[in-house]
């Protein structure tokens, strides 16, 4: 699981976002309890060498209705 924004869902502040492999059932698990949805995106594909990281981006704090505007 890889963090990539430092904020956590503050008024003001940006969403936060989480990448997690498709596999990781126990880093998904944490991340829907502490309230990160995945986005519905593409996945981000990364090559470290010797293995590719296919990566699913998760995000909390971006409610984007208009009673969060």
Do not use: K, Q
């Amino acid at each position: 699981m890889v963090l990539e924004c430092s904020s956590v869902g503050t008024p003001g502040l940006p969403p936060t976002y989480l990448e997690i492999e498709a596999d990781n059932a126990g880093s998904m698990a944490t991340a829907r309890a502490v309230g990160y949805r995945p986005t519905g995106g593409e996945p981000v594909v990364v090559d470290e060498g010797r293995r590719r990281l296919v990566l699913h981006r998760w995000e909390r704090g971006a409610d984007r209705s208009p009673a969060a505007c």
